[in-house]
């Protein structure tokens, strides 16, 4: 039973550019959340999708978009990259809405911005 | 806003000895979580506590939650090589869904 799997696991771009992270969640889970880890600090918030639909957002600015599909798996987009995106960015996946539900995080994806 | 404190950022001791981190914040959390994080991976959870009071014990690991859940501890006994990684606490509060907040991690690093 293969947990969260985050692609690529490290990628590098620079100033401005744009980038797509993608998630495929553990299997039976159907809510995809996304955390971003900057060096030497604790996951912060991005998102969260649940029916394909954006049900959270953390204070983070337009420049990060998301999409989930049909299939649950789930994308993260970043737009006109800056510096400070450099981060590990992590996906969660749990199953359903309820809160007791335990999330199971990938590895997550290492971006480096030049 | 950091809703909540970790501490110590670091921590380096020896073998055997033992530890406590602290999570503290103003906020009520319906439920907190501890995890460890390893290089290169992601956070990889250890224990729920949900009750204000509650403690779980995980070998030598004991969690505690404040009695007014706005507070937590992970209570380390003689603490090993293998224990050595990111300990991470995060909240999740009430109308929130399933947002968790985190506090800023303890690097814990024994040697042996």
């Known amino acids: 039973d293969a947990g969260v799997t985050q692609s690529p696991t490290h990628l590098i771009k620079t100033r401005g550019q744009q980038v797509t992270l993608r998630c495929s969640p553990k299997?039976?889970?159907?809510?995809v959340s996304w955390y971003q880890q900057a060096l030497g600090q604790g996951p912060q918030f991005i998102f969260q999708?649940?029916?394909?639909?954006?049900?959270q957002r953390g204070n983070f600015p337009d420049r990060f978009s998301g999409h989930q599909f049909p299939n649950y798996s789930s994308e993260l987009n970043v737009n006109a990259l800056l510096l400070g995106d450099s981060a590990l960015y992590l996906c969660?996946?749990?199953?359903?809405?309820?809160?007791?539900?335990?999330?199971?995080f990938g590895d997550g994806t290492r971006l480096s911005i030049l | 806003t950091q809703l909540l404190e970790q501490s110590p950022q670091f921590l380096s001791i020896q073998e055997g000895e033992n530890l406590t981190v602290y999570c503290n914040s103003s906020?009520?959390?319906?439920?907190l979580q501890w995890y460890r994080q390893e290089p290169g991976e992601g956070p990889v959870l250890l224990v729920t506590?949900?009750?204000?009071?509650e403690v779980k014990k995980l070998k030598r690991l004991t969690f505690q939650f404040g009695d007014a859940r706005k507070d937590s501890s992970l209570h380390i006994t003689a603490a090993q090589p293998g224990d050595t990684g990111l300990y991470l606490c995060?909240?999740?509060?009430?109308?929130?869904?399933?947002?968790?907040?985190f506090g800023q991690g303890t690097e814990l690093s024994v040697k042996p």
């Open positions: 969660a996946s749990r199953r359903g809405q309820g809160i007791d539900q335990p999330q199971h």
């Open positions: 906020s009520v959390f319906s439920s």
């Open positions: 995060a909240g999740l509060i009430y109308n929130q869904g399933g947002k968790l907040i």
């Open positions: 999708y649940y029916e394909e639909e954006e049900r």
């Open positions: 299997s039976g889970h159907d809510t």
């Open positions: 506590v949900v009750t204000g009071g």
